[in-house]
């Protein structure tokens, strides 16, 4: 089902200097299983093309997936032109971004 990935996933976002940093989690061992196979660098850089430079972590132990998105606030909040310049809303951003979701998972 072509859902937003915020219905089975959690995030939370923030800046390190000019690069966001963005964990995923799942509730689930299938959930996660799903997450890690489609939640891949380029289907991240599909759901926010801004992101050129994206660099994943695995989390198996907490169901997460990490990424570092290099470069996305330029050199940093003080002169990122973005409307979200400490990137707190990022994580929001692409919960909201529609993906799909195998209905066994929902």
């Known amino acids: 089902m072509r859902k937003p990935l915020g219905t089975i996933a ?3 976002s923030g800046d390190k200097g000019g690069d966001a940093n963005l964990g ?3 509730r689930t061992p299938e959930q996660y299983e799903w997450l890690e196979r489609t939640l891949t660098v380029e289907k991240l850089k599909e759901l926010l093309p801004e992101a050129a ?3 994943r972590y695995e989390l198996k132990n907490l169901r997460a997936l990490n990424f570092v998105l290099h470069g996305l606030l330029g050199e940093g909040v003080a002169s990122s032109t973005r409307f979200d310049p400490q990137a707190k ?3 929001e951003w692409v919960r909201s971004r529609e993906i799909d ?6």
Do not use: K, M, Q
């Open 10 to 12: 959690g995030a939370r």
């Open 24 to 26: 995923v989690w799942v």
């Open 53 to 55: 430079e994206v660099t």
């Open 89 to 91: 809303a990022l994580g």
């Open 101 to 106: 979701i195998p209905e066994a998972l929902l």
